[in-house]
């Protein structure tokens, strides 16, 4: 399992936990990212913040700290 930060650019994986606490956890919860939901990264800023990722159909800009809550399992690579 990674962080949704550590997963490059174009790949998919599937939410499998959130480690935030309180409002945070809430906040991430209410953008559409809950466990077993599929995500994908789009792009990266350079400097590695934000992380932009497409969630439920829409993109999402979320911060590396955020990004850092979200634990994925990567999902193989289509051919």
């Given at each position: 399992?990674?962080?949704?930060?550590?997963?490059?650019?174009?790949?998919?994986?599937?939410?499998?936990?959130?480690?935030?606490?309180g409002?945070?956890?809430?906040?991430?919860?209410?953008?559409?990212?809950?466990?077993?939901?599929?995500?994908?990264?789009?792009?990266?800023?350079?400097l590695?913040?934000?992380?932009?990722?497409?969630?439920?159909?829409?993109?999402?800009?979320?911060?590396?700290?955020?990004?850092?809550?979200?634990?994925?399992?990567?999902?193989?690579?289509?051919?």
């Amino acid at each position: 399992m990674k962080t949704l930060r550590e997963v490059p650019c174009g790949r998919k994986g599937k939410v499998s936990r959130l480690t935030g606490e309180g409002a945070v956890k809430r906040r991430i919860m209410d953008m559409g990212i809950t466990k077993g939901v599929e995500v994908s990264v789009r792009k990266v800023a350079p400097l590695g913040d934000p992380v932009e990722i497409t969630v439920r159909g829409y993109e999402l800009s979320i911060r590396k700290a955020d990004a850092e809550m979200i634990l994925v399992e990567l999902l193989p690579e289509e051919a």
